[in-house]
T-cell receptor
C-alpha cells in the first residue's frame, strides 16, 4: 500500500518554464513533508520541506504548496534550468526524524 | 562538518551470502535510518537506530539487522541474500527529530 502517491512519473519542461510535481497522502497523522532531489548514483538531497500549519513555503526557485483539506502537496520549480534535471521524491513522516514514506519519484528533464 | 558517508560504494555478492554495509552519521547526529531503494523506485524504510537502540522498523524480514555504535555510526547486515535484495542501500542521519540527511548509498548486486 503506497502511503504517498506521486505524479507524474516523468516530466519534460523547457528551460525557463515551470515544473510542477504533485503528491497525495492518506494518513492525517503525517506532519512533515519534505522534497528530495536525487541525481543518478547519488543519495537523495533535501530540497525543501513544509509542515501542515502553513499553505506555502518558498525557497529561491522552489515552492511547496500544501492543501491540508485535500491531503495534497506539490513542488513548483520556477525558471527551470537544465541543472534541475534529476529525480524528485516527495515524502511524508510523523515527526521530522521518524521514518519517511516516499513517493515513487518523478524524473524531470529540462530541455535547453 | 562532514556529511553522511557510506561504505563500500559498490558490492557484488552471491545469493545466500551475508553482507555488512556501514554508515558514518553527520557530525552531531544521534539517529540513523536505513532505506532500500530498488531501481526506479522510492526509498523504502528498513529501520532506525536512536542511541544504539532500534527505534522503528519497516516491513523487512529479520534477516535484515542492524547496529548503532557509541559514536552513532551504524551497520546494516543482511543474511541469506536473495536476488531481490539487489538495490541501493541508503543511510540517513539526523539529530533526534530534526531533518534527515542521506548518504550517497551502497549499490548492492546479488547474483
Amino acid at each position: 500500500q503506497q502511503q504517498v502517491k506521486q505524479s507524474p512519473q516523468s516530466l519534460i519542461v523547457q528551460k525557463g518554464g515551470i515544473s510542477i510535481i504533485n503528491c497525495a497522502y492518506e494518513n492525517t497523522a503525517f506532519d512533515y513533508f519534505p522534497w528530495y532531489q536525487q541525481f543518478p548514483g547519488k543519495g537523495p538531497a533535501l530540497l525543501i520541506a513544509i509542515r501542515p500549519d502553513v499553505s506555502e513555503k518558498k525557497e529561491g526557485r522552489f515552492t511547496i504548496s500544501f492543501n491540508k483539506s485535500a491531503k495534497q502537496f506539490s513542488l513548483h520549480i520556477m525558471d527551470s534550468q537544465p541543472g534541475d534535471s534529476a529525480t524528485y521524491f516527495c515524502a511524508a513522516s510523523v515527526n521530522t526524524g521518524n521514518q519517511f514514506y516516499f513517493g515513487t519519484g518523478t524524473s524531470l528533464t529540462v530541455i535547453p | 562538518e562532514t556529511g553522511v558517508t557510506q561504505s563500500p560504494t559498490h558490492l557484488i555478492k552471491t545469493r545466500g551470502q551475508q553482507v555488512t554495509l556501514r554508515c558514518s552519521s553527520q557530525s552531531g547526529h544521534n539517529t540513523v535510518s536505513w532505506y532500500q531503494q530498488a531501481l526506479g523506485q522510492g526509498p523504502q524504510f528498513i529501520f532506525q537506530y536512536y542511541r544504539e537502540e532500534e527505534n522503528g522498523r519497516g516491513n523487512f524480514p529479520p534477516r535484515f539487522s542492524g547496529l548503532q555504535f557509541p559514536n552513532y555510526s551504524s551497520e546494516l547486515n543482511v543474511n541469506a541474500l536473495e536476488l531481490d535484495d539487489s538495490a541501493l542501500y541508503l543511510c540517513a542521519s539526523s539529530f533526534s527529530n530534526y531533518e534527515q540527511y542521506f548518504g550517497p548509498g551502497t549499490r548492492l548486486t546479488v547474483t
